[in-house]
């Protein structure tokens, strides 16, 4: 089991892998909708889902490794 200290920094991690795709999302779709094809937009689209999925499930393990006594998750 990872203690919190990993988890956090997975979590930065994750929110790095995020906002990435999260500004690649934005400008692939700008120059798809240019040219009207929207496929690489969709990848692009599943895969920041995910990990946006898994940035949530990430969040939830070190809440519970904090308990209520200790501060909230930081979010990126």
């Known amino acids: 089991m990872e203690g919190l ?7 930065d991690e994750l929110a790095r892998e995020w906002h990435w795709l999260h500004d ?3 400008k692939v779709a700008r120059v798809r ?9 969709r990848l692009l689209q ?3 889902m995910a990990v946006g999925q898994r940035r949530i499930e990430l969040s939830v393990r070190i809440a519970e490794l904090q308990g209520p006594h200790l501060p909230r998750p930081r979010t990126a």
């Not at 909708?33 to 937009?41: L, V």
């Open 24 to 26: 690649t999302l934005n």
């Open 46 to 48: 599943a895969q920041a």
């Open 5 to 11: 200290t990993e988890l956090r920094a997975r979590q």
């Open 33 to 41: 909708a240019e040219q009207g094809d929207a496929h690489a937009f």
